[in-house]
């Protein structure tokens, strides 16, 4: 069993070493010129206005993870819809239609919940 997971270990391995010599390489032979804007964040080549600490609403992150979560709602349906007729052809189409019939509906009652709630808006 350990044999088939060594060409893994030996890639990871590599990997990790490649990444660590690149690393050391780049310290050692880097430059160390400093200077005034060396250590000002890039901002599209304008200057920057305001502290970068700049403290966002929660509702921005709350919003954020709904389309996330309706993203990967999109994505499960899509596969779902590709492998429909495989599920019908083996005898349990109509359980896995069940299932996907539960999960949208769940997906439903949180949008809704949060649309009731007023989670969507965008001028609180």
Same mark, same amino acid.
């Given at each position: ?5 060594? =060409?893994?270990? +030996?890639?990871?391995?590599? @990997?990790?070493? *490649? ?5 050391? /390489? ?14 000002? =964040? ?5 200057? =920057? ?8 609403? +929660?509702? *921005? ?6 389309? %996330? /979560? ?5 994505? *499960?349906?899509?596969?779902w819809a590709v492998g429909a007729k495989? *599920? ?11 299932? %996907?019939?539960?999960?949208?509906? /769940? ?6 919940? @949060? ?10």
């Amino acid at each position: 069993m350990v044999e088939s997971y060594l =060409p893994v270990l +030996i890639l990871f391995v590599m @990997v990790v070493t *490649f990444a660590f010599v690149q690393m050391l /390489l780049s310290e050692l032979g880097g430059r160390k010129r400093k200077n005034v804007g060396k250590g000002d =964040p890039y901002e599209c080549g304008m200057e =920057p206005q305001g502290d970068a600490r700049l403290r966002l609403s +929660i509702h *921005f992150y709350l919003v954020a993870v709904l389309f %996330i /979560l309706f993203d990967v709602e999109s994505v *499960f349906l899509l596969l779902w819809a590709v492998g429909a007729k495989g *599920f019908h052809e083996t005898g349990v189409g109509m359980f896995v239609f069940a299932e %996907i019939t539960a999960f949208v509906g /769940l997906l439903a009652l949180a949008l809704a919940y @949060v649309w009731r709630k007023g989670g969507l808006e965008w001028d609180r």
